[in-house]
Antibody, heavy 126, light 110 residues
Framework: EVQLVESGGGLVQPGGSLRLSCAAS????????MHWVRQAPGKGLVWVSR????????NYADSVKGRFTISRDNAKNTLDLQMNSLRAEDTAVYYC???????????????????WGRGTLVSVSS | QTVVTQEPSFSVSPGGTVALTCGLS?????????PSWYQQTPGQPPRTLFY???IRSSGVPDRFSGSILGNKAALTITGAQADDESDYYC??????????FGGGTKLTVL
């Protein structure tokens, strides 16, 4: 059974740092691209960052670029998100999510989120 | 910057039909954006409904369907039921491994 379990959330002051982790099990972690998605209280889902399966390439939303760093340890089956210079607007539930690819008859790869963790809450407040 | 657009809210009567749409602030949605749809109820992570526009995820009732309607992706519910009352999100592939969410549609069944 595929499982993604986030940890590391909590209350932090503005300007502080926090490191989130996502423990993966039930699948070959090193074969999948992974993403972080967040959801502020009462708001919609927002893509934060993604990392390729090897951990050699990453992208970030403009709102977190330069402050957040995504990484992974394929030997430990873990995905991390280092969050620095935190702001009140970073307050959200942070989900890790696995991306699967569907290949159509033409061979084109169609990415989508197929498994999600239950999320960890990050609150940034003084 | 391109934004993925969805209706903020929609209401449907039990047994009725509703089409939730997913567009782009500039340009049209096509199959090359590989639209996917997710359902979320309060306090729960999202659940995958559709991927690659119209491929139904396991366990999704066939009253749900995905398509491209005009210049938008669409999630249609035919014969809405009370437990379809949820938030619905579309996601579009923007290239470079980036998947962009729409703002979500809050569907009310009453």
């Amino acid at each position: 059974e595929v499982q993604l379990v986030e940890s590391g959330g909590g209350l932090v002051q503005p300007g502080g740092s926090l490191r989130l982790s996502c423990a993966a099990s039930g699948f070959t972690f090193s074969s999948f691209w992974m993403h972080w998605v967040r959801q502020a209280p009462g708001k919609g889902l927002v893509w934060v960052s993604r990392i390729n399966n090897a951990g050699s390439d990453a992208n970030y939303a403009d709102s977190v670029k330069g402050r957040f760093t995504i990484s992974r340890d394929n030997a430990k089956n873990t995905l991390d998100l280092q969050m620095n210079s935190l702001r009140a607007e970073d307050t959200a539930v942070y989900y890790c999510a696995r991306v699967q690819y569907y290949y159509d008859s033409s061979g084109y790869a169609s990415p989508y989120f197929d498994y999600w963790g239950r999320g960890t809450l990050v609150s940034v407040s003084s | 910057q391109t934004v993925v657009t969805q209706e903020p809210s929609f209401s449907v009567s039990p047994g009725g039909t509703v089409a939730l749409t997913c567009g782009l602030s500039s340009g049209s949605v096509s199959g090359s954006h590989h639209p996917s749809w997710y359902q979320q109820t309060p306090g729960q992570p999202p659940r995958t409904l559709f991927y690659n526009t119209n491929i139904r995820s396991s366990g999704v009732p066939d009253r749900f369907s995905g398509s491209i309607l005009g210049n938008k992706a669409a999630l249609t519910i035919t014969g809405a039921q009370a437990d379809d009352e949820s938030d619905y999100y579309c996601v579009l592939y923007m290239g470079g491994g980036i998947l962009m969410f729409g703002g979500g549609t809050k569907l009310t069944v009453l």
